[in-house]
């Protein structure tokens, strides 16, 4: 399992175009093969935090390297983050527990 973390704080006047944005490529991550999920949360300070899971290192290059993406990353250094970093992550061990 390969992690990606994306911190990010929008700039002010953003939010409602990033939006649009932000759920265009949920939709398109959700159709890369290899994707396992993502969610996204909000601190009360305002950063933002995407944890994104696909299978392989591969399926993270091809979500990087995505036409769509790479114009949204653009788009999204340009005009909608005051701020942002990613981390790339490789798991090295997983448990789960779920009370019956």
């Not at 973390?5 to 939010?15: G, S, T, W, Y």
């Not at 990353?73 to 527990?97: D, H, L, M, P, V």
Request: some cysteine; proline content about 3%; charged content about 30%.
């Amino acid at each position: 399992m390969h992690v990606i973390i994306f911190r990010n704080r929008l700039k002010p006047d953003a939010v409602a175009d990033y939006t649009d944005w932000a759920d265009r490529m949920s939709a398109l991550a959700r159709t890369m093969p290899g994707y396992v999920s993502h969610k996204g949360f909000t601190a009360a300070d305002g950063e933002r935090v995407t944890v994104v899971e696909f299978e392989t290192e591969a399926a993270v290059h091809g979500w990087a390297t995505h036409p769509e993406h790479v114009a949204a990353k653009k788009k999204g250094r340009a005009e909608f983050y005051a701020e942002y970093s990613i981390q790339i992550c490789t798991e090295q061990r997983a448990s789960r527990f779920r009370a019956e």
